[in-house]
């Protein structure tokens, strides 16, 4: 049991604290309505239902407090549901030309030729997916079997591949993309 040192009383509960807290700020609490129960002597009477209370007229205070929080935005950015001032789409970027040919940026990492920038047909795209899509499965299905072998083989794997990944995928990326360049049409 706690006791408070300066006025010899227990202190009131988190629940009470929190009753009195609602209570300063107008909050009341909404408990159902106390059942009167019959007198055992007094014979059972069939009565009609009783009636709900009237609906309490809706809390205006609350409705626009919300709106309120609604209306600021963080860090001064407009309220949501405006139109945006710039257009979705850069000005500078080419629109594409043809709904056929895809164009792929590559990245060091992945290609050693790269960055560059290559336009492919629907061919070269099959060539390009399927060459990257053969290399994580193989990827993945190595990884299974060095998790079952060995798992710490797993950790020095993954650990050579974020390290050195450029070097080994590089090469790799190089010779698909090039597959999928031969393959353009």
Do not use: C, Y
Not at 51 to 58: F, G, H, T, V
Not at 106 to 123: F, Q
């Amino acid at each position: 049991m706690v006791i408070d040192r300066e006025t010899g009383q227990t202190p009131l509960s988190a629940a009470e604290r929190m009753d009195l807290h609602d209570r300063n700020l107008g909050v009341e609490p909404i408990r159902p309505a106390v059942r009167q129960t019959p007198a055992e002597s007094a014979p059972m009477a069939v009565e009609a239902a009783p009636q709900r209370a009237a609906a309490r007229p809706p809390d205006t205070r609350m409705a626009a407090a919300v709106a309120e929080m609604n209306r600021k935005q963080p860090w001064g950015q407009k309220p949501r549901g405006t139109a945006p001032s710039q257009p979705a789409r850069s000005a500078q970027r080419p629109q594409p030309k043809t709904a056929g040919r895809k164009t792929i940026v590559t990245a060091k990492w992945w290609d050693s030729k790269g960055p560059r920038t290559v336009e492919l047909g629907p061919k070269g795209q099959a060539e390009l997916s399927g060459g990257f899509m053969a290399l994580v499965f193989g990827l993945v299905i190595a990884a299974i079997i060095a998790f079952f072998i060995e798992p710490v083989l797993l950790f020095a794997a993954a650990f050579v591949l974020f390290r050195f990944g450029g070097n080994i995928l590089g090469p790799v990326g190089a010779r698909i993309v090039d597959k999928a360049l031969a393959e353009r049409g």
